[in-house]
C-alpha cells in the first residue's frame, strides 16, 4: 500500500466520525511482536464488524502486537425505539427482578439509560438500519483509519531504514580495520609459531612428525580468522539484501543478527592481538545496536 522499503511494527492512530444520529472513536496501535497478535475491542452486537475489520489487517500488517478499539456512541432520545422490542426488554428485566426477590437479593431499580447499554437495548436496530451501521463503519476504518496507522508505521521504517544502513556501514568498516590488524599481525604470529615449534622439538626427544603436523595445524587454525571475517562480510551484503526488499524481514533480520554476534565472538576468542581485539570489540558493540534496531523492524 505504501512504498516504504522497511516498515516499524510500532504505530498508532486514531479517528472520530458520524453519520445519522450516531458519532465514534477508533483507536489502533501496535507495539513490537513475535508474531501478529491482533486484539479487537468492538461492540459485539453488530454483526460481521469484527471479521470484516480482521480480514482488512491480513497482507497489511505481518508482525506486531497490535490493538484497535471502537467506542460507539448514539444521541440520546435518538432511533425511534421499536416498541416491541423495548417490551421484551422490559419483561426480561422484570423476570430477573421477580426471581433475585425470591431468593432475597432486591435489585437496584432499573433506569432508561441503564436499558441503551443492554444487548437487548442493541437489538433495538432492525437488521436493515444495523448493516447500514456496520458499512459506515467499515467504509471509515478503511478511509480514514488503517491508512494512517500504515503511514505511520512507513514513516518510522524510513527512518529506520537509515538507521540499519548506517549501523552496517559502521560493522563493513570495523571488518576491513579487523582484516587489516590481522594481516599486521602476521610477524608476530610467526613469531609464536617458530616458538610453539621450538617448544614441541624441546619436549620430544625424538621428534614425531604427525604430532608435529598436528600441532601446527592447531595452532594455525587457533589464529586464523580469515573464515569469520570472510563470514561478517557476507553477512554484511546480505543484511543489506534483506533491508532493500520491500517486504516482511525482521524475523529474519534477527536470525542474521544472531549469526553477526557469533562471528564477532569467535574473532576477539582467536585474536591474541590488541588492536585485532579492539576492532572485535567494536563489532560487537555496533552489531548490539544494530541488533536492537532490528527489534522494531516488521
Known amino acids: 500500500m505504501f512504498p ?4 516499524s511494527m ?7 466520525g458520524a453519520w445519522d444520529d450516531w458519532s465514534w472513536t477508533w483507536e489502533l496501535r501496535s507495539v513490537n511482536g513475535k508474531g501478529l497478535d491482533l486484539r479487537l475491542r468492538l461492540p459485539d452486537w453488530i454483526g460481521g464488524l469484527e471479521a ?3 480480514a482488512r489487517f491480513q497482507g497489511a500488517v505481518s508482525r506486531g502486537n497490535v490493538g484497535l478499539s471502537l467506542k460507539l456512541m448514539r444521541e440520546a ?10 417490551d421484551r426488554a422490559l419483561a426480561q428485566i422484570a423476570a430477573v427482578e421477580d426471581i433475585a426477590r425470591a431468593a432475597g437479593r432486591p435489585l437496584a431499580p432499573v433506569r432508561a439509560t441503564d436499558l441503551l447499554t443492554l444487548r437487548t437495548g442493541a437489538e433495538i436496530l432492525d437488521a436493515d438500519a444495523e448493516a447500514a451501521l456496520r458499512d459506515r463503519l467499515i ?15 512507513a514513516a518510522e521504517g524510513r527512518a529506520l531504514d537509515a538507521i540499519l544502513t548506517a549501523r552496517l556501514d559502521e560493522i563493513a568498516s570495523l571488518v576491513a580495520l579487523a582484516g587489516g590488524a590481522a594481516r599486521s ?18 619436549e620430544t626427544a625424538a621428534t614425531d612428525p604427525d604430532r608435529l603436523a598436528q600441532e601446527l595445524a592447531l595452532i594455525a587454525v587457533r589464529q586464523d580468522v580469515t573464515e569469520e571475517l570472510d563470514r561478517l562480510g557476507a553477512h554484511v551484503d546480505a543484511a543489506r539484501t534483506l533491508v532493500r526488499r520491500d517486504a516482511p524481514k525482521g524475523r529474519k533480520l534477527d536470525f ?11 574473532l576477539c576468542a582467536k585474536s591474541q592481538d590488541t588492536a585485532l581485539t579492539a576492532h572485535g570489540l567494536d563489532l560487537k558493540t555496533v552489531i548490539d545496536q544494530l541488533r536492537e534496531q532490528v527489534q522494531n523492524v516488521e
Open 4 to 7: 516504504s522499503v522497511t516498515r
Open 139 to 153: 467504509a471509515d476504518f478503511d478511509t480514514d483509519v488503517l491508512p494512517a496507522f500504515l503511514e505511520v508505521r
Open 10 to 16: 510500532t504505530g498508532f492512530a486514531s479517528h472520530t
Open 52 to 54: 470484516a475489520l480482521r
Open 77 to 86: 432520545g435518538a432511533g425511534g425505539f421499536d416498541r416491541a422490542a423495548l
Open 185 to 202: 599481525r602476521q610477524a608476530v604470529q610467526a613469531q609464536s609459531l617458530d616458538a610453539a615449534v621450538r617448544r614441541i622439538l624441546d
Open 256 to 266: 542474521l543478527m544472531q549469526e553477526f554476534m557469533r562471528e564477532a565472538n569467535t
